[in-house]
Structures are given as structure tokens and as C-alpha cells.
């Protein structure tokens, strides 16, 4: 047996009712379970039960045995003190707070089929434990748990980025450039290019918006690739000898240290992606007069964002993957597929947390409702839920699933989740049906 589970059944209030007692047999009656706490102290604040005639206000503590509240050390702390009912699973033992006063104690009468159907999904061996029964669960209900998985999935990004934001300084420029910059690593050089924006500042690339070569120059100059012996075909190629010659004049300018040129992955890529091609793609992308983080924000609708993104790499790259060996010769576009994932993972977060730090409703509302208007991801996870008969109409739906998968599904937050919640307690009659429509 698991708290947890016990927690889930005394919130919504799954036990026979009719059989929770005090010492004395009086019956307890549950007017409030009280406020959910996931942190330090009690299990639930701010409960309120009914014993006779007398009404109790306080805090609820909730065991497997009751002889754990000694076991975690409860009746030393004052801050159990408040604790009016100490509800268990086995009564095995009396309970004193740490002022020498017994605590009511009470046991849960409930059904074994729910912990039977609970044990079934947290025992399941695939990720998504619920993929054969989801499908029954009312739309209604799917809907408003995927709604708010999104914004959970904004709020949790947005924090990382709130952290960007505090360490430079509260610049927004400098903040979308070291996010944008992150993801043009598409997984494999992530790294790398993180390592790049922390290496350049972007208040240096801001000097040289109106010259292209420049920002090349910088760019490929601190990512280490213009270090001698990295590209061996490129020692007489006119191209990278003049990168070369104008990143020594700009690294002594603003003392500049390379990273070493060995980190960066080209295994296993498609020619497109290698990082050369997409670091001749940032660099037109940044080379914007008036500032890309203000052309985003102020974007009306997502034709304008996807403009801003579909940028295409130098003349020289239209016919060159790698430094000085040539290719056939294709335009380096960054297609629409290459725009979404930036605006899903880079663009929307920053929207999301500029609302949060305007304190801006409708700012955020507006990043959630790009999402919608954005093409749904494709990749194995969005595979498993359409297997399992729901599908992501939208990037605002793939980025729930993404989200219900790798924090419920993958951590077996079953009773967290209300898809799990509701299927635990399907084919069994409780008071307030409506409730499981709200967060467990």
C-alpha cells in the first residue's frame, strides 16, 4: 500500500463513508478533506470534520500504519501539532503530537477494486499504462486535462527561462537569443550551440546586424570551426580564408574565446543539418535590424512568425555543406519543419513567460493559441498516443501529450493524472462524480 494511494481516495472522498470512527465509535463526519500540500508538513491543511455535535478546523495527516507518524518523526515537530485527525489504513498503534496529546485516529474502509485497478496501471510494463482503456475516457474531460498540461508545460519551461532571463541581467534580447540559439541544434548539437550564445553575446552580434559576413564570421569563429587542421579542404577555399582573417580583427576586438571545434556532432546528421549550414542560417536570421525579439513579440499572427524563421544560409552554402569541399548546388533553406520547432520550443516559451513577467493574461493566451495554429509534431511519443487511439490535432495538443507522457506516464503519476483517476474509479458510484474533472 502506498500514501499516495490513500491520499487520492481520502481527497476525493472514495471510502465508505458510513464506516470512518473516533476511538469511541462516534461517527466522523467529512465536511472538508482539506487543502492538498506536496510539500513539508501535514498531508492536507485546513480540513474540517464534524464529531457529534462539535466541529473541528485543522490539519490532516495521512499513514499506511499509523505507527508511521513515530517512524517519520511527527510527534517531535510542533508543526503536526494542529493535526485534528491522523486517517490510516491499519490502526496498529496510539498517536501523541509532541505536546503529549493523543491525535484522533481513524482507519479507511474502501474498496479493493480501486486499488486492484490502481496496482494494474502503476505495474503496467508500457510507459503509457493506460493506452488500452483511454480511449474511453469522455472528451470533455480529455480536453480539459490536455488544456492544462500545456500551460503546466509553458510554466515549467518558462522557469528555465525566467533563470536565462535573471542572468543576463533582465535583457530580453539577450534572453531569446541564448534560447533561440539552443535549438538550432536539433538535439544532436544542442550543446554546442548552448555553449555558442553563452560564448558570443548577443550585445556583440547587435553591433554588426547590417553585415551578414561579420556575424558568419563571429559565429563560426567562437564555435571553434575556423581553428587550423578542423576543415582540411578549406586552406585555399577564398571563403573561409577571409572568415578567418575577419574573426582575428573581431576577436581581439572584443576578446572572444573560441570553443574547441571537435564538440560539434556531423555523424549520423543529414547534410542540412549539419551545424555549419545552420549556423549560416542563425546568422541570417540574426542579422535583423530592429531587433528579432521585438519582430516576435509584436508578430499579429503566425504567417508573420514563420517569416521570420524560414531563413535561408549565405550564397556559399548553396553549394557546400562543409568548409572547402563543394556539393551540388541546392539552396540551405530552413523549411517550415525547421520553423515549427523553433516556434514550438524556443518562440512560445518566451511569449509565454514575457505574459508572466507583464503580468500579462492575454500575452500568454496569445503564445497558447499559436500553438494551436501550429502543425502537430511528429515523432515516436505522438506515434504511441495515436496507437492508443488519441491524436494531436495541433502543436497544442502534441505539447500536452509530451507532457502527460514524460511527467505522469513515464513517473507512473497515475493518481496525479485525471485520465488515471478516473479510470481507477470507473464502474464505481461516488458522491460527487463532477469532482474528477478538477486536478488530483
Request: negative net charge.
Amino acid at each position: 500500500m502506498k500514501e499516495e494511494f490513500l491520499h487520492y481516495l481520502w481527497k476525493y472522498g472514495l471510502y465508505d463513508r458510513d464506516r470512518l470512527f473516533d476511538n469511541e465509535s462516534n461517527k466522523i463526519h467529512v465536511i472538508h478533506p482539506g487543502e492538498y500540500n506536496r510539500d513539508a508538513g501535514p498531508d492536507f491543511f485546513n480540513a474540517r470534520v464534524r464529531i457529534g455535535d462539535t466541529e473541528w478546523a485543522g490539519n490532516v495527516e495521512i499513514h499506511t500504519r499509523a505507527s508511521h507518524y513515530y517512524t517519520h518523526g511527527h510527534h517531535l515537530d510542533p508543526s503536526f501539532d494542529n493535526v485534528i485527525l491522523h486517517v490510516v489504513a491499519e490502526n496498529d498503534k496510539k498517536v501523541f503530537n509532541s505536546k503529549g496529546e493523543e491525535i484522533l485516529t481513524t482507519g479507511l474502509v474502501y474498496d479493493s477494486l480501486l486499488y486492484d485497478k490502481y496496482l494494474d496501471l502503476v505495474n503496467n510494463p508500457c510507459i503509457i499504462a493506460c493506452q488500452d482503456d483511454v480511449s474511453r475516457i469522455d472528451t470533455v474531460l480529455l480536453h480539459s486535462w490536455l488544456d492544462a498540461l500545456v500551460t503546466e508545460r509553458l510554466h515549467e519551461k518558462s522557469d528555465a527561462i525566467m533563470k536565462i532571463y535573471t542572468e543576463t541581467g533582465h535583457d530580453w534580447d539577450e534572453t531569446f537569443y541564448r534560447v533561440l540559439t539552443r535549438y538550432f541544434g536539433f538535439r544532436v548539437n544542442t550543446e554546442p550551440f548552448e555553449m555558442l550564445a553563452n560564448a558570443l553575446p548577443f550585445r556583440i552580434i547587435r553591433k554588426h546586424s547590417d553585415n551578414l559576413f561579420q556575424i558568419e564570421a563571429l559565429l563560426f569563429g567562437t564555435a571553434g570551426m575556423l581553428e587550423e587542421g578542423l576543415f582540411k579542404e578549406a586552406i585555399s577555399d577564398d571563403y573561409y580564408i577571409r572568415l578567418i582573417r575577419e574573426f582575428r580583427i573581431l576577436s581581439s576586438k572584443y576578446s572572444l574565446h573560441p570553443l574547441h571545434g571537435w564538440i560539434w556532432k556531423f555523424c549520423r546528421l543529414r547534410p542540412a543539418n549539419f551545424p555549419t549550414v545552420r549556423i549560416s542560417q542563425l546568422a541570417a536570421m540574426l542579422s535583423v535590424t530592429g531587433g528579432l525579439f521585438s519582430r516576435v513579440v509584436e508578430a499579429a499572427d503566425i504567417r508573420q512568425l514563420r517569416e521570420i524563421f524560414e531563413v535561408t544560409a549565405s550564397e556559399y552554402w548553396d553549394d557546400h555543406y562543409i568548409f572547402g569541399k563543394v556539393s551540388s548546388s541546392i539552396s540551405k533553406r530552413a523549411g517550415s519543419q525547421a520553423a515549427d520547432i523553433f516556434l514550438i520550443n524556443a518562440v512560445m516559451p518566451v511569449i509565454f513567460f514575457f505574459g508572466r513577467a507583464r503580468n500579462s493574461p492575454d500575452i500568454k493566451e496569445r503564445a497558447m493559441d499559436f500553438l494551436g495554429c501550429i502543425r502537430t509534431e511528429q515523432n515516436s511519443i505522438i506515434d504511441e498516443w495515436e496507437a492508443a487511439g488519441i491524436n494531436a490535432e495541433s502543436a497544442f495538443y502534441s505539447q500536452a501529450l509530451l507532457q502527460l507522457r514524460n511527467s505522469y506516464c513515464k513517473k507512473r503519476r497515475c493518481l496525479e493524472c485525471r485520465i488515471g483517476a478516473k479510470l481507477i474509479t470507473l464502474g464505481r458510484k461516488f458522491r460527487n462524480h463532477d469532482e474528477l474533472i478538477l486536478e488530483p
